[in-house]
């Protein structure tokens, strides 16, 4: 690995890369796992269960902990209201810190309550509108008890069919509905808004866009902004435009990252396409280089969000960080200023080279360095699968919670 | 609505419509609802569950029942084992027979035991594929002790990331399992093989599109045909272009009926776009003129497969089952001779108006007249309604039956 | 007819339906047609020659007057600079009002110069900005000499490439240039911005989606609004959603009509899938009717926006405009009480069952009467191919002027 | 690069890598450039003319010889007739003998002609299809004057509108057209038969899908393949599958490369989703070395088609064959062994990693020293852009062949 390294090193140095910043970069990038990804997930034909699975959000914690020992870089850990409900956050808090970690996001669940069948915010009841509006509040106040700064937002509201429901009365549910978590939260939280294509609304679904999350986010202010899941788009859409346009107006807010070759398939976040991902943090980087940007890109919250339907949770959850760290780190390695140079003298291929090697570039040498200074074994795969842990875990039995 | 058909009939014989002939067909027009249809269903976020679902397989034969008694064209049920497992089938029969119906489309799962998480019949574990063999076996056993003559079958085989499984290999177990399942059935019996683009497996799936399942279908020979379900397919696809090549290739056995706008959402069939619909039966009905296609065209097997996850299931089979019905009935109305004439023409224009011209005819004064003449209520819906059998399902309470 | 008529309108005035209003609003609705609809198109791979095609605007105006001297509800033709660029629009105007008609929209052209091949307002060679502001602001003139207010504005500005070109860069480049059409246009005239998913960009488009056109309209202020272009859109959007969400915000412009099943086919509107269209003007009817919406709902430029490659271009755009007022008639008949009766009441089915009945209706019988009290001929098609206009127009020989 | 590449060379054989093997097998594949691909191309609303572009079929052969002259791997050129279409055949012949190069693949024109405006070979008039029969034949006499064996067949073949064509009649008549082209072919000849989702036609295309493509083939028999370009599928498919079940068929005859993020858009190979065509190789390898597929795949026909619309010609076409190139040594390090002991035993994520390592490996040290052992500078494009040509070419001024 040592003389691998150094050889790529000396390649990378000569083409003008100050390699010693693009390791301490990494060193600094930050990716929250989610309490959710530890547990059973599945489709709606069928949920497998997995032995091992947590029973309880502070074994859920503990997997979360196997990941940023070995990966060094998940530090926070997201969680699910009510799924990861307990009677005491101060205990949560103090657990979470006993293994070196904090609740990152917090995420309230609008859509598993028999009185969200027809939405929740956007439902055309005004008591269920309240309902769901109080569950916020109290998001909000877990949130200051566990000293969390975000709010994830997602609404599963939609409709199955034309004329299902009014499209313009529920998009002012939505905004109330959001002013009003609006002016409970403290100052320096943030709400990241989520847009989805569809499911589980099959017609229409109330936020079916970054447009509409960009113009609900707007509206409520600097403490709303939009978060972008990989695999909420149409087929097609070029993700990174959209990062590159949020960016510039100071509203991106996070990611859920996973992927998707069809739907919303959560599947391994760079699992698909890898290429799409790096060109996500093309941007990213670009936008932190940028004085315009800077503040925003710097302050985006980085989320994992994914479904390990078949595969094991705690090296899927591994692998999905190893993936983003791959791809972020590809990304420091492009040379803007030739980007820029060829971009305005018309260059299209030179241009298109310029992202392009910096893709091809095997950062595993850099990586495996960077871990090494870190005091992390150079491949966390490796060393968690090692580890005993994944053979431990199976004491606990099947049955551990999922998403309900 | 009397003088409405009057009118209406005398419009259709000016332009030389057989009127007498349409309604024979209309009357003659059968579809299958499905036992599961009449069960809870949702997404992977959430069930719904509804009060009244039917708690056993009589129950959901009765709700069946009820769907014939007011449309008059749904005499047959298919059934999902091991969701309708009995020990008893005579005893199905006696009493299906015994409610004017019978047994239709037998389908097999092989997607909901934990075994199959890496699949069923292409598994790399030659005793699972030996499982699920079985399991279809045990289906033709029930078929012919339900008196039913085909096999509905849908794998839900495939994988999630590259690398996975081996496509090949794969292709091959499938091929002999159907074989094995060939050499079973019996010679009037036909097995129908579903094709489906994506979920569960969101990476592949080993039976992807018409051309495969058309492959594996030629191979077998002729108790195998194509199923086409209309939610399976790509966006964009052009559906009717499938239906009319595979009746082309006396390849096209029968249809799961539905509708989508992006993925394989399962919404009431001609509830998203009805001119779709309306465009397949118009393929429909030409097979059914042309001596080449005459026989495979009056033996397609037409049954509904949806999920009313958040609607009333009765009342949602109903209205599935009209528009069927509707779509039907306009494509009996397109003058094919004037169709054709204007093909040969290059007549773009004109030959568009003549299919288009029949979808856009209001078909109720002509469905209400069949009814009438059928012995049944006008508005099926309606008389449903006011039938108090919805009321009087409720006493079934919450947590009938669903999926599993 | 007459017969069918007065059936028709008995059976809506037993379900309420004023049927004299809805005749006047019939009455009342106007589609613009475009000059260059009369013209030439083709696919990349061939135009296709129509013998008859106008050679000059003067004579694409004239085939505009006979597709309004048919169906009474195209006043307004739409042009497109340079292709109808003359020395004198004084003599435009002077003819366009001898005929009955006025000049709509002015279509600023940025893509047919050489010096577009990387972009016109969002070039990153300064001086190609610059020629294109000037374009447009040419154009602000040329709409001051022909009376229009409208500045329709698509910008096939985008890149074929990762890296080819910065997406903020040329974000600020639109803005700005947007800005300085803004600064020249007349208080009362208004820019609407269209999108576009794709094409000709292969791998982004400048402005891609309605939630960009939306930010620049926003910034712009209330001359800006946004163009929605059926074809312009990925699969399965639901685009009436859109609608809805741009009324509500008052920045709802325009329509280009047209449809498409692939990419923007840009085939006759409603000719693919009538359903949606009608889901469209469902939205717009709704929003005159409320008080919040009214205003902007009554000034959407409709406007077609096709490309007739292998159909007759006159009887093509008879029949787009027909569709349109189908879809139209169909959306007035909508019972909104009894529609929001149901949404109120999560009562899905039936408020489904609102909606898509109005669709089912056969509007053939009011539009016909509608056309009679216009002192039209009922089938505008029929009379048009009857008036020996198509058969004068070969005349013209082959030739004519097309998309360039 | 020395240093570089004997690290890299360690690192494999480490692995276990038959570095020698995989060194041999890049020297002996072989990609086909086409003739149109170095002329003007573009979209329909513009197609920019480049300076330098050939003016003559002599002209496009000389620039590909520069491809193979840098590339190494390019020793045969495709063409169209009648784009390419000359006198003497003979002249060709030897004028592309000299250049160190042979024709390739003969590609009949079937939508130029305005006979063809409502399709070729699937014409309602027989006289056009004989016609277009006839233009198939001359390509076949075409074929054996340059001593081509391969017919590679794209049809245009569709309709732009519901009820414009009669699918089945047309089927037929494509049908009847491919027999009579098979009985005119020599045995040694094969021909490639192309689908595609849509694009010219858009409402329908003859062959729309593989499985349309296969089924002609089949019944053609041994002479006919189908042929699989990477732009004409719908949205999401997973076309390395489709790859692998034709090649099991022994139906894979070859590929026309090129990339597309939304439509056809024919962009440079490998440019949007890079691991997508590597995971096209991973299967043409693996087919390679299994005995029941490996004189499919052995056959299996690589050429580029792509349109380089606002890029440079040569390079982009230089850069199209170094990314087929990389794609396919990537997949020649995937360690197969392995992989099959981890799909057998359930290993999700294990095999996983297999592939998508294969694909991290950054293998310009290895193509570099593969080009230094056949005699070719190590970076093609640098070789040839140094070289003068591309000047050179300036020469010929504007206006070379394009498409027409």
């Known amino acids: 690995m040592s003389k691998g390294y150094e050889v790529w090193e000396e390649r990378q140095m000569e083409k003008g890369i100050d390699v010693e910043r693009v390791k301490e970069k990494i060193k600094s990038f930050k990716v929250e796992t989610p309490s959710w990804g530890y547990g059973d997930s599945g489709t709606r034909f069928k949920v497998f269960k997995q032995a091992g699975v947590p029973r309880s959000l502070f074994e ?25 409900k307990v009677d005491d956050y101060g205990e949560v808090k103090e657990f979470t810190e006993s293994l070196g970690l904090k609740i990152g996001a917090v995420n309230p669940n609008l859509f598993q309550d028999d ?13 269920i509108r309240k309902k769901a509006v109080n569950h916020m509040l109290e998001c909000v106040e877990i949130a200051r008890a566990v000293d969390s ?21 529920r998009k002012h549910w939505m905004q109330e509905s959001l002013a009003e978590l609006d002016a409970a939260m403290d100052d320096d939280m943030r709400m990241l808004i989520e847009y989805k294509f569809y499911e589980p609304g099959f017609y229409h679904t109330d ?5 509409m999350a960009y113009t609900f986010a707007t509206k409520i202010g600097k403490k709303a902004q939009v978060l972008v899941d990989l695999g909420h788009h149409p087929q097609g859409t070029n993700v990174e435009h959209i990062v590159a346009f949020l960016l510039d ?12 070759k069809y739907g919303d398939d959560d599947l391994i976040v760079g699992s698909i396409n890898p290429y799409e991902l ?40 591994i692998r999905s960080v190893l993936n983003v760290q791959t791809a972020y780190a590809k990304a420091l390695l492009v040379d803007r200023e030739l980007l820029k140079e060829r971009q305005l003298n018309g260059d299209v291929l030179g241009a298109e080279a310029v992202v392009r090697e910096a893709f091809e570039i095997d950062v595993r040498p850099l990586l495996g360095k960077v871990r090494e200074e870190m ?6 795969m490796k060393a968690y699968l090692e580890s005993g842990y994944e053979q431990k875990k199976l004491e606990r039995g099947i049955g551990g919670k999922g998403w309900e």
């Open 60 to 84: 859920k914690l503990e997997d979360a902990a196997q990941v940023h020992k070995y990966t060094g870089i998940c530090p926070s850990v997201a969680i699910h209201i009510p799924w990861d």
């Open 375 to 380: 005091g992390l074994a150079p491949d966390p």
């Open 115 to 127: 009185d969200y069948k027809f939405g929740s915010v956007c439902n055309a009841n005004p008591e």
């Open 249 to 260: 107006e100071g509203k991106l807010g996070g990611f859920h990252f996973n992927n998707r």
């Open 278 to 317: 790096f060109l996500i943090f093309n941007e990213l980087v670009a936008g932190a280089c940028d004085p315009w940007t800077k503040e925003t890109a710097e302050n985006v919250a980085y989320m994992i969000d994914q479904s390990h339907n078949i595969e094991p949770k705690v090296p899927a959850m």
């Open 149 to 169: 700064k975000i709010l994830s937002l997602w609404f599963a509201d939609g409709t199955n069919y034309p004329g299902q429901g009014d499209f313009r009365d």
């Open 207 to 211: 936020i079916a866009d970054w447009g």
